[in-house]
């Protein structure tokens, strides 16, 4: 294979679109290793509830940012951004191939687009202030603020939605005039193919509901119970979001396992119709079924031989 030293090589979509099982095949037949582009597997202990890839799935290929810090801590886009690039420039410089997999788009878009984010210090005072509003009131807040970042932010996520605001307000200040919001790089030094995996919609809401399923039977609320002994707060389980909101209600006995079951289901498809908005944006992605693996490959190898 001809230098890829400046190549980086991403696998997205949707969950449950089959992305972790493509990225280790493809690690193993160009020389890669993967770092994980996912929001809730940073988390330690989030094993079976963020569907973290397993050591006998990985087959020898390495992982990182797994497991980057306990769940009680918030890891920001900044933070993944940062040791994201580390470990491309390690893994390159040992002749290997970067593959970056996940779903969180926000992260990838850090990486491919080199995103440079403003240094602003935690403004408790207005966080506080802000965690009383709804999630419409902070949107149009931070619309008047930022246009160009609300076209671009997760709108139910509150806590992207008030990090932004506190960035956009901070740079809003006489003192920061000089700053620009939304900034870009434009020194970004490597090539990059995304990859993403499509699937017919209603065939991946029954994979979602499948793979829950599953994870119920896997022992994700045993876990949950674990992680509370352990604790996680019920509050910072509701901020992880998608199925740990509903664990809360079930784990307090507010609703029924047979309605924490169909409420996570629900939220997991609601967020996998999400990511494909946030992708879809990007025409720079070319995407292919997940049984187009010899088209896939051959896309690569092309990739890698330019």
Known sequence: MKNQSNRILIILGPTASGKSDLAVALAKEFNGEVISADSRQVYKGLDIGSGKITQKEMKGVPHYLLDVVNPQTVFTVEKFQKLANKKIEEIAKRGKLPIICGGTGFYIQAIVDDIVFPEVAPNLGLRHHLALEGLSELFAILQALDPDRAKTIDAR???????????????????????????????????????????DREVLKERIEARFIKRVKQGIVEEAKRLHKTGLTYKRFSEIGLAYKYMVFYLQNKISKEEFIKESIRAEQKYAKRQMTWFKRDKRIRWFEL????????????????
């Open 157 to 199: 996520n509150p806590h992207r939605l008030i990090r932004a605001i506190e960035i956009a307000t901070a740079l809003s200040a006489p003192s920061a005039k000089s700053l620009k919001l939304s900034a870009w790089s434009a020194k970004f030094q490597w090539e990059v193919l995304q990859i993403g995996i499509k699937t």
């Open 291 to 306: 049984s187009e693996v010899k088209k896939i490959r051959n896309e690569v190898s092309f990739f890698l031989k330019k």
